[in-house]
């Protein structure tokens, strides 16, 4: 018996394989689950190649969570295949170029909605989409990517800003969720070496900080630790936990200079 033995999860954010969330869908089928994906626009080729590599190739769903139309497919597809969802790893986010590397003084709000959109607001999307499948499976686990927004990072600009509304909103969310037995969390994954990382400007001086500063240590290219706590929330073994970010980054949060 795994840890998801028997449970259904959809997966945001497998692009490829070095991304988290095929770390975490590479798990979750090991550890039991029965795991679909969603691949967008261009990439969606990406995700179905990469969906090939797993253990057990699981469906590959179109999903542009800015499309309302797209979103209630997708909750229409899983209800006529499942009927029931036991989990969701939320692993979206985007900033056009203007949004990142530049300070938060020179974007215009055509830039900054998108980020909120895309990184934040998709969360609540995604979610409110999948409640009636998950109150069919009598409640289940919300899991979201985050990168910790309590200070202002280096050239993040407003990347951060979007993830310290994806805090704050899956506090909302564990609010009005829970009274389906819906838990809501995050896990804040220190620097990771992907596809999404490499877009950001100065991504080389994450590395170079975290391998000094995290207590216990940190490499950038192994995404299993991350992984592992993605699966430990989208599992049972934290019934009553809900509204948390849990801080997966070598222990570089707690530490001062």
Same mark, same amino acid.
């Given at each position: 018996?795994?840890?998801?033995?028997?449970?259904?999860?959809?997966?945001?954010?497998?692009?490829?394989?070095?991304?988290?969330?095929?770390?975490v869908?590479r798990?979750?089928?090991?550890?039991?689950?029965?795991?679909?994906?969603?691949?967008?626009?261009?990439?969606?080729s990406?995700?179905?190649?990469?969906?090939?590599?797993?253990?057990?190739?699981?469906d590959?769903?179109?999903?542009?969570?800015?499309?309302?139309?797209?979103?209630?497919?997708?909750?229409?597809?899983?209800?006529r295949?499942?009927?029931?969802?036991?989990g969701?790893?939320?692993a979206?986010?985007f900033?056009?170029?203007?949004?990142?590397?530049?300070?938060?003084?020179?974007?215009?709000?055509?830039d900054?909605?998108?980020?909120?959109?895309?990184?934040?607001?998709?969360?609540?999307?995604?979610?409110?989409?999948?409640?009636?499948?998950?109150q069919?499976a009598?409640g289940?686990?919300?899991v979201?990517?985050?990168?910790? /927004?309590?200070?202002? *990072?280096?050239?993040? =600009?407003w990347?951060g &800003?979007?993830? @310290?509304?994806?805090?704050? !909103? $899956?506090?909302y969310?564990a609010r009005?969720?829970?009274?389906s037995?819906?838990?809501?969390?995050?896990?804040?994954a220190?620097?990771?070496?992907?596809?999404a990382?490499?877009?950001?400007?100065?991504?080389e001086?994450?590395?170079r900080?975290w391998?000094?500063? /995290?207590?216990?240590? *940190?490499?950038?290219? =192994?995404p299993?630790? &991350?992984?592992? @706590?993605?699966?430990?929330? !989208? $599992?049972?073994?934290f019934?009553?936990t809900t509204?948390?970010?849990?801080?997966?980054?070598?222990?570089?949060?707690?530490?001062?200079?």
């Amino acid at each position: 018996m795994g840890l998801l033995t028997g449970k259904r999860v959809l997966l945001t954010g497998v692009l490829t394989d070095d991304s988290l969330a095929f770390g975490v869908a590479r798990l979750a089928q090991q550890e039991g689950a029965e795991v679909a994906l969603t691949g967008f626009g261009r990439g969606l080729s990406l995700t179905q190649r990469t969906a090939r590599k797993l253990p057990s190739p699981p469906d590959v769903l179109e999903l542009d969570v800015t499309d309302e139309e797209q979103v209630r497919a997708v909750a229409d597809q899983l209800s006529r295949s499942w009927g029931t969802l036991d989990g969701i790893l939320h692993a979206i986010g985007f900033a056009p170029a203007a949004c990142l590397g530049n300070g938060v003084l020179e974007a215009g709000w055509e830039d900054v909605a998108v980020a909120l959109q895309v990184s934040a607001y998709s969360l609540k999307a995604l979610a409110g989409a999948m409640l009636p499948l998950l109150q069919a499976a009598g409640g289940g686990s919300v899991v979201g990517l985050d990168f910790d /927004a309590s200070v202002a *990072w280096p050239a993040y =600009d407003w990347m951060g &800003v979007s993830k @310290a509304a994806l805090e704050s !909103l $899956s506090r909302y969310l564990a609010r009005d969720l829970g009274p389906s037995r819906v838990r809501v969390n995050l896990v804040a994954a220190g620097p990771v070496k992907t596809v999404a990382a490499r877009s950001i400007p100065g991504f080389e001086h994450f590395e170079r900080v975290w391998a000094e500063r /995290a207590p216990l240590g *940190w490499d950038v290219r =192994d995404p299993e630790a &991350v992984a592992r @706590a993605c699966v430990c929330l !989208l $599992s049972d073994w934290f019934p009553l936990t809900t509204g948390e970010i849990i801080h997966v980054d070598g222990g570089f949060h707690a530490v001062g200079a």
